[in-house]
């Protein structure tokens, strides 16, 4: 069975770090695009990041840009997404999803909710004071 689980959520205040995990079972994460989601109660869906199967192409929105990193270990089946300088407006259900298929090249990637099959079930984070 094909499953995504995010780990790493939490409190932390504004300005604080965390790193988000997304772990793959039943499948080999090496050929997928993998792209991070949250969303706030709400809100619409919103993609955060995104990283194409090589590894070589990465993909943020502006909102994030310069504080987000996302990374993946294929030795680990595992990706990575390290938040730093924290807002409250970051906080939200953060989800990991993976893509065989649908993204434009395997150094490219696109953070559309549609393109993406497998899914985790999130992760809440929650910027506060």
């Known amino acids: 069975q094909l499953q995504l689980e995010e780990s790493g959520g939490g409190l932390v205040q504004p300005g604080g770090s965390l790193r988000l995990s997304c772990a793959a079972s039943?499948?080999?994460?090496?050929?997928?695009?993998i792209a991070w989601f949250r969303q706030a109660p709400g809100k619409e869906r919103e993609g955060v990041s995104c990283i194409s199967s090589s590894g070589e192409g990465t993909n943020y929105p502006d909102s994030v840009k310069g504080r987000f990193t996302i990374s993946r270990d294929n030795a680990k089946n595992t990706v990575y997404l390290q938040m730093n300088s924290l807002k409250p407006e970051d906080t939200a259900v953060y989800s990991c999803a993976a893509d065989f298929k649908r993204q434009p090249t395997q150094d490219l990637c696109v953070m559309i909710d549609r393109f993406y099959d497998y899914w985790g079930q999130g992760t809440q984070v929650t910027v506060s004071a």
């Open positions: 039943g499948f080999t994460l090496d050929y997928y695009a």
